[in-house]
C-alpha cells in the first residue's frame, strides 16, 4: 500500500533578532539562557491529513484526529522554523524548532478526551476543548479565546506561533493557564496564526506536571486573569473553569541506564538523576528507533529546541514534552548527553556525560 499522507508546505519564517528577546522577557520573566533548561520561544503547531502510510510494504494504521492534527502538527510554520536571540554578553545565537505531522499511531485512539468546558471573564472567553495526557503528568490541551473587542495579544510573536497576552493592559488578560488542583502547572501556550483572528484566537496549552504522584490524582481546571485596579488598590483576579475529571492517562514506557531509569510516553520523556544540577548541564536528548533514524529532542549545541516544555525539579528529574510524537514502540534506546558541574569549596570541575537508556 503507497503512502497516503498529505503534508501542507510553508516557508520556514526567520525571526527578526529582537523578537525572541522580547517574546522570552514577556512570556517566561527570563531571557534565554544557552546551559541547562532554556525557554526559549515556544511555538504552536498546525496538522495535516491522516490516512493510511505504509511503511516497507506493511500497513499502518493512523488516527484521523483533529485534535491530533492541531496539537501536534505545525500551525502553519512549516516543517522547522529559524530564530536568533541575543545572550547575555551581546552574543547573537541561533535556533530551530521542527514540528511533526500531525499524525499519530493507532494505539492512541481513544486517548483523548473531550473537555468543552468555558470560563469568561473581563470580555473574554476561553473555551477548552481536547485534551490527551499521560501517566508522566504531560500532554497538550486545544483552546479558543476570544473577546468580541479583540484579543490583546502581541502580533509579531503570534507570526511565529508564541500566544504572548498583555494582561497589564486595559481589557487584558493574562496567558491562560492550567491547575491540577490546587498546583499549577508548567505549561506553554501557542497559536494557531492561519486559523485566528483579532478577536479568536485557536490554540494549544502545553503542560507538565510538577509532582505526578501528588496531581495525577487531582481535577484539572484551567483559569484566566487580570489585574483590576492600580497601585496599591491593584488586585488580581482569576477565573477558572468548572473542575474536570481525567479519564485516562496514557501509558508510560520504562527505560533504563545502569543506575537510574527513564520514563518516555508518546508525549514525554522523564529522567531521574539526583545529580544533574539545572544551569551545570548542557543537555542533548536523542531518541533512536529501530530504522536506524533518530529523533533529536534537544541539542544545546546546535541550536535544535524541538521540544515545548523542558524543566527541571527539585527531586531530581527533568521533564521533556517534543514538538513531535514519540512512536514509543519503536523506540530501541534515548541518550543524554551533558556536562556534570561539581564545586568543592572555591574548586570548580566540570565532567562530560552520556547516558544511554534503552
Known amino acids: 500500500m503507497k503512502s497516503n499522507q498529505i503534508k501542507q508546505a510553508f516557508e520556514s519564517i526567520q525571526a527578526d533578532s529582537n523578537l525572541a528577546d522580547r517574546v522570552l522577557n514577556t512570556a517566561a520573566g527570563e531571557p534565554l539562557h544557552r546551559k541547562g533548561h532554556a525557554k526559549p520561544l515556544y511555538v504552536a503547531v498546525i496538522g495535516c491529513l491522516a490516512g493510511v502510510l505504509a511503511t516497507g510494504g506493511v500497513a499502518y494504521a493512523v488516527v484521523n484526529s483533529g485534535y491530533f492534527a492541531s496539537a501536534w502538527g505545525n500551525h502553519g510554520n512549516g516543517d522547522s522554523i529559524t530564530w536568533t536571540n541575543g545572550g547575555s554578553s551581546g552574543t547573537k545565537y541561533t535556533y530551530t524548532r521542527e514540528f511533526g505531522d500531525g499524525i499519530a499511531p493507532q494505539s492512541l485512539e481513544g486517548t483523548v478526551q473531550k473537555v468543552n468546558l468555558s470560563v469568561e471573564g473581563n470580555g473574554y472567553t476561553l473555551d477548552i476543548h481536547e485534551m490527551a495526557i499521560d501517566k508522566n503528568g504531560c500532554g497538550a490541551v486545544t483552546f479558543t479565546l476570544s473577546n468580541p473587542n479583540g484579543v490583546n495579544y502581541y502580533k509579531p510573536a503570534a507570526e511565529t506561533g508564541e500566544l504572548v497576552l498583555y494582561g497589564e493592559e486595559e481589557q487584558g488578560i493574562g496567558t491562560p493557564s492550567m491547575n491540577f488542583g490546587e498546583e499549577w502547572a508548567d505549561t506553554r501556550c501557542t497559536i494557531d496564526k492561519d486559523t485566528s483572528s483579532d478577536t479568536v484566537i485557536n490554540g494549544t496549552m502545553y503542560f507538565a506536571s510538577w509532582d505526578r504522584e501528588r496531581d495525577l490524582g487531582h481535577a484539572v481546571t484551567w483559569n484566566i486573569s487580570w489585574t483590576e485596579g492600580k497601585g496599591e488598590d491593584a488586585k488580581v483576579i482569576e477565573v477558572s473553569t468548572p473542575e474536570f475529571n481525567v479519564g485516562a492517562h496514557v501509558d508510560i514506557k520504562e ?19 539526583d545529580d544533574l544540577g539545572y544551569e551545570a548541564v548542557d543537555h542533548k536528548l536523542t531518541v533512536s528507533y529501530k530504522d536506524g533514524s533518530e529523533q533529536i529532542i534537544e541539542d544545546d549545541d546546535a541550536g535544535a529546541y524541538n521540544f515545548y516544555v523542558s524543566m527541571a525539579r527539585n527531586s531530581g528529574e527533568n521533564i521533556w514534552v517534543p514538538t513531535k510524537l514519540i512512536d514509543v514502540d519503536q523506540v530501541v534506546s534515548v541518550a543524554l548527553e551533558g556536562t556534570r558541574c561539581t564545586s568543592t569549596g572555591d574548586a570548580e570541575t566540570s565532567e562530560p556525560f552520556t547516558i544511554v537508556y534503552s
Not at 533504563?256 to 531521574?272: V, W
Open 255 to 273: 527505560l533504563r541506564s545502569d543506575d537510574s531509569s527513564l520514563e518516555i510516553s508518546p508525549f514525554s520523556i522523564q529522567t531521574h538523576i
